[in-house]
């Protein structure tokens, strides 16, 4: 039975999210501010937490949610909220939410979308090293080594080669890189990517060592072991 963390002050709408998840096989336990929904999610051990955005008092929904990750509770939260801007989505994402979901809704789309977060926390802690020829990089530690070295890696270094390594063998897009890394829309003024991208190689590719990242002008990057 899934144990579902459910933080939100409107009564009616908690006590509507509980009888949904209790329908459908979990087990629930309710907080109605963030401040009381830190320690429960902090002290607690929960498959998922459903979020309300705008809760009262000093500790907001996205408030709660950074403390949360502040403290290393990797538990997958569905962020709730009447703003549906895609701004507002943007920064319920940004700031560690898995999930947004606008109000109204419906329960079956809830329970869905909380399925959905619960199978990849579990096909995640499944898969804790990636490989890709020397290179192995921890899911756990956010660390990476190459041919047995470690790899002294800023925490955005980390995210471009963890993104890198996941779709080894493929073209990205300088685009696709922005995006799903620096969550920004990509404009071509910038040359972000391609200053990180720099960096990667130089602390990738040891004296010795096959270059593991080539560019493919015109289209990106390509991680492989095949140069």
Known sequence: MSKILV????????????????DHGCSVTQSLDGRDGLVKAISGTFDAIVLDRMLPGTLDGLGMLAALRAASVQTPVLILSALSAVDERVRGLKAGGDDYLTKPFEALELTARLDVLMRRRTSATQETILRVADLEINLLTHTATRAGNAIDLLPREYQLLEYLVRHSGQIVTRTMMFEEVWHYRYGEATNVIDVHISKLRRKLDLPGLVPLIRTLRGSGYVLDATN
């Open 7 to 22: 933080v939100e002050d409107d009564v009616g709408t908690a006590s509507e999210i509980e009888a949904a998840l209790v």
